[in-house]
């Protein structure tokens, strides 16, 4: 890898980069040399190690666009996402995301915890927005997420949910219960 290619790298809007990233902008055909290169640049400060194989331009790096990168494919959801729209008013540090795998990651002083979701919800992007290079899901599709692998959860404020949303994402789950429990949910309100 070249002085240019890492500055290239340095100069994209993403926070964070794989191992594969790098090795793709630098078209280098020796992977073990290619680490010996990032090994020295993350020596000169130029980046750092969130975890091997996961890098970022500096300390001050997306912690959502980590966790994008950890797993993939992956979306922030769940409680981070709740939370931060008022559904439920439980505060979590740890980001909670979607993926193919249940998993418990620390990486950095940052807990990850991934929970596992059907391949045909995961990779179904309705409900799911690009913010920031990071997918995250919509509170309408995180509350869907919760409902299909929690049965009973305690939500504090589901009048903020848009239910024609909810009723527009709910069909890829292919879930019987799930859709009794979301029509009891809308008849509390």
Same mark, same amino acid.
């Given at each position: ?35 010996? #290169?990032?090994? &020295?640049?993350?020596? @000169? ?7 091997? /194989?996961?890098?970022? %331009? =500096? ?51 940052? #807990?990850?915890? &991934?929970?596992?979701? @059907? ?7 309705? /409900?799911?927005?690009? %913010? =920031? ?57």
């Amino acid at each position: 890898m070249e002085k240019a290619d890492i500055l290239n790298i340095l100069r994209s809007d993403k926070t964070v980069f794989s191992f594969q990233d790098i090795l793709l902008a630098s078209n280098d055909k020796k992977p073990n040399l290619l680490i010996r #290169r990032l090994n &020295y640049y993350i020596q @000169k400060g130029e980046l750092y190690s969130i975890r091997k /194989g996961l890098y970022a %331009k =500096d300390k001050n790096y997306n912690k959502l666009e980590a966790a994008n990168k950890i797993f993939t494919p992956s979306y922030i959801s769940f409680e981070t996402v709740l939370a931060k729209a008022g559904v439920t008013f439980q505060y979590y540090s740890q980001v909670f995301a979607a993926s193919y795998l249940t998993r418990e990651i620390t990486a950095d002083g940052q #807990r990850y915890s &991934y929970r596992k979701i @059907k391949d045909s919800v995961l990779t179904d992007n309705t /409900g799911i927005e690009q %913010k =920031d290079n990071y997918a995250i899901a919509t509170p309408e599709r995180a509350f869907l997420d919760i409902g299909y692998l929690n049965k009973d959860y305690h939500f504090d404020n589901l009048s903020i949910l848009d239910w024609n949303k909810i009723l527009e994402i709910l069909p890829i789950y292919v879930n019987k219960r799930m859709e009794k429990d979301i029509k009891s949910y809308q008849k509390i309100l």
